[in-house]
């Protein structure tokens, strides 16, 4: 009888709707959590862009802080602000997924960017999430500007599987502070972005030059990429918020 | 009648719930046929998560877990199993299991999903758990098959630990992410490649094997 086609396919069935129920319900009950849990973690990338985690510890008043500090917008690659997508949903920027607009053109995309205010409301940083390869898999980051929309004030960078202790070391704190006071433009009013160099010197590096990792030339070369695309996609709107910055100084 | 032919039954020798036999079925797997160094299996998740203690900690208990579970679900329906589709109900249970503790991970602890991610989910492929059901727990009660799931999950656990412990010790400088070296006073420690790659899981494999067959005199035939 166990041998049989019917037991066999009895069997099988019974076992599929257990597992596939005991699954479903974990799923289900586990998502709301699961999202919470990547919405602190995107907050939290935000944040260190500005400021040191470490001072605050549970994850509601690193929501907190989040909810009473950022505002945040969507724009186009003409730097124009959009609110509603193409079937008139209202676009919330810390939803976008930054990976599958990654794959469109750059003129389709949408842009999410964040903007860090002081105590007064007053725009403090901008910061700027972007998207691209490292050498296995993706790689992604924020990149906080300064008022003059110039100066790197602090990047965040995130990683898929890039070799740990080699290109992975882009999402430590040493790597990235190496890009703290850097510069996106030259005297001349040029883009010139930041470009991570091959090998680990640390030397004294140009405004437009970051100290590479050793033996993790592709990553770097991946984060060059990236910011060099992703500062050219946001120039309209870095170049206007530089002159209207201007202006009011 | 009934009541003498029970009388004159022998008693049914309960067997200690701790008998030697059992905690040989803990022990062995330990040690004498660890699954890693012996069985020579789990070998690939072995490589890829061992960079750093921490993982490998999170990494060695989902595995635990996973076959001590798998075993006892198999063992509970052994005798309900049609053989011939054996293979794939063991790896529905496996899957299963696998795929609650990656959900767990990313509800409960994001941070080591993102590190874990990709090779929780390989435990499904990895042949310690497929082996163990297959060996043991479709021929086994379950209470001795969650015997042999806790010895063989802790023989592939300590093995990576110990693994790891040299390989982010050397690799890193730090031992669970706190810089031994810095906290010595050797501030420049440079971080070793060779260690971080995965070429030095093999080096340290290979030492562990190596020391391990000294010393209980185990030859390959």
């Known amino acids: 009888m166990m041998q049989s086609n019917n037991y066999i396919l009895l069997f099988t069935g019974i076992m599929t709707i257990v597992l596939g129920g005991l699954l479903s319900f974990t799923s289900t009950y586990l998502q709301p959590l699961q999202k919470k849990q990547i919405d602190l973690d995107t907050k939290k990338k935000i944040l260190a862009t500005v400021t040191s985690l470490s001072d605050f510890q549970t994850p509601d008043e690193i929501l907190n802080l989040y909810d009473q500090r950022f505002v945040s917008k969507v724009i186009n690659l003409q730097g124009e602000e959009i609110k509603v997508d193409e079937e008139g949903n209202p676009l919330v920027a810390e939803e976008i997924n930054i990976q599958k607009n990654y794959k469109l053109a750059p003129e389709k995309r949408k842009y999410p960017i964040f903007i860090y205010q002081n105590e007064k409301s007053e725009p403090e940083s901008y910061i700027f999430p972007m998207f691209g390869n490292g050498l296995w898999d993706w790689i992604s980051v924020y990149v906080a500007l300064s008022g003059d929309m110039n100066t790197i004030l602090g990047v965040s960078f995130d990683h898929k599987a890039e070799t740990p202790g080699l290109g992975a070391r882009i999402a430590s704190s040493e790597v990235q502070d190496r890009f703290k006071a850097k510069k996106i433009f030259d005297e001349t009013g040029q883009l010139q972005s930041v470009r991570m160099l091959r090998g680990e010197k640390g030397l004294p590096l140009g405004p437009h030059e970051v100290d590479g990792m050793s033996g993790a030339t592709l990553t770097g070369r991946g984060v060059t990429q990236m910011l060099k695309s992703y500062f050219s996609c946001y120039a309209a709107y870095i170049l206007k918020k530089k002159r209207e910055n201007k202006s009011v100084r | ?221």
Request: proline share 4%.
């Open chain 2, 1 to 221: 009648m009934s009541e003498t032919a029970t009388l004159v039954a022998p008693p049914k020798v309960r067997e200690a719930l701790l008998s030697r036999r059992r905690r040989g079925i803990v022990k062995d797997p330990l040690n004498e046929d660890n699954p890693i160094t012996v069985q020579v299996l789990g070998i690939c998740s072995a490589l890829a998560v061992t960079v750093k203690l921490e993982p490998t900690l999170v990494m060695g208990i989902a595995v635990i877990f996973v076959i001590v579970f798998s075993n006892l679900i198999i063992s509970l329906v052994r005798n309900l199993v049609p053989t011939r589709v054996r293979i794939i109900v063991q790896l529905s249970v496996i899957a299963t299991l696998v795929t609650l503790v990656s959900e767990v991970l990313k509800a409960y602890y994001y941070d080591m999903y993102k590190v874990l991610g990709a090779f929780v989910g390989l435990i499904i492929t990895n042949c310690i758990v497929m082996g163990r059901l297959e060996a043991f727990a479709l021929a086994n009660r379950p209470y001795e098959s969650i015997l042999d799931g806790v010895g063989s999950g802790l023989g592939y656990a300590w093995v990576i630990l110990l693994v790891a412990f040299f390989r982010e010790l050397l690799g890193s400088g730090s031992v669970f992410g706190w810089k031994v070296f810095h906290a010595a006073g050797w501030e420049s420690f440079p971080a070793n490649g060779l260690m971080v790659d995965s070429i030095g899981a093999f080096l340290v494999l290979g030492f562990i094997i190596w020391v391990q067959r000294a010393q209980n005199g185990y030859v390959e035939n």
